[in-house]
């Protein structure tokens, strides 16, 4: 794969995982207090680095699905509660996200199709 399909899968993943965290969080809000969080860190500067052309596809390599669910955690809720409907708002926004994401990608492999059939 090159590295757009690469960067795309990662933003699936990514967007799939923040709305996961919504979910449980919007499911939590009145019950034990319990909240996920995560940090993307490392995925989100790779991404900022393919922008810049720096990233080669090696650099995605190591970014799996499962290395991204390992950067969620479950903990306690420190602070203010967290406000109902800023978590709808962001399952919502991480749900177009994904949408557009996908939409995009079926583009590119429908153009690709295209080009590979000859029409």
Do not use: C, P, W
Not at 22 to 38: E, K, L, P, W
Not at 50 to 71: I, K, M, N, P, R
Not at 81 to 104: F, H
Request: hydrophobic letters at 45%; glycine letters at 10%.
């Amino acid at each position: 794969m090159d590295i757009t399909t690469e960067a795309v899968r990662m933003g699936l993943d990514i967007a799939q995982l923040k709305l996961q965290m919504a979910s449980f969080n919007i499911s939590h809000a009145d019950t034990d207090g319990m909240v996920q969080r995560a940090d993307f860190s490392q995925a989100l500067g790779a991404l900022d680095s393919a922008v810049d052309g720096a990233t080669q596809l090696s650099a995605f390599a190591g970014l799996s699905s499962h290395q991204l669910a390992a950067e969620v955690s479950t903990s306690a809720s420190s602070g203010a509660a967290l406000s109902l409907d800023d978590l709808v708002a962001q399952a919502s926004i991480q749900g177009g996200v994904y949408r557009a994401l996908s939409e995009g990608m079926s583009r590119r492999f429908g153009l690709m199709q295209l080009a590979i059939s000859g029409k």
